[in-house]
Nanobody, 115 residues
């Protein structure tokens, strides 16, 4: 069974930075695509970024150039470095692990960008 635990969310001013972390239990991490999704109030959940088992990242257009996804297979942890944050980045951020088409979700961490 896989458990994902996110951390690093919080309140930040516009233009600020945060780094989210997601630690995975079990032994599937290095064989899995990892992703970050987010859901703002009243909106559908959307994919923010993903990273393949080979370390290749991709980003939603709204965050490209501002967010960086990375992974540490030794620590079974995926990160999301978020820079130049905007109020519209406010959302609950969820970590996702996908192994052979099976998704596993974290519980989410709140990110609020406000002055």
């Amino acid at each position: 069974q896989v458990q994902l635990v996110e951390s690093g969310g919080g309140l930040v001013q516009p233009g600020g930075s945060l780094r989210l972390s997601c630690a995975a239990s079990g032994n599937l991490f290095s064989f899995s695509t990892m992703a970050w999704h987010r859901q703002a109030p009243g909106k559908q959940r959307e994919e923010v970024a993903f990273i393949t088992t080979g370390g290749n990242p991709d980003y939603a257009g709204s965050v490209k150039g501002r967010f960086t996804i990375s992974r540490d297979n030794v620590k079974s942890t995926v990160y999301l470095q978020m820079n130049s944050l905007k109020p519209e980045d406010t959302a609950v951020y969820y970590c996702l692990l996908v192994f052979r088409g099976q998704p596993y979700w974290g519980q989410g961490t709140q990110v609020t960008v406000s002055s």
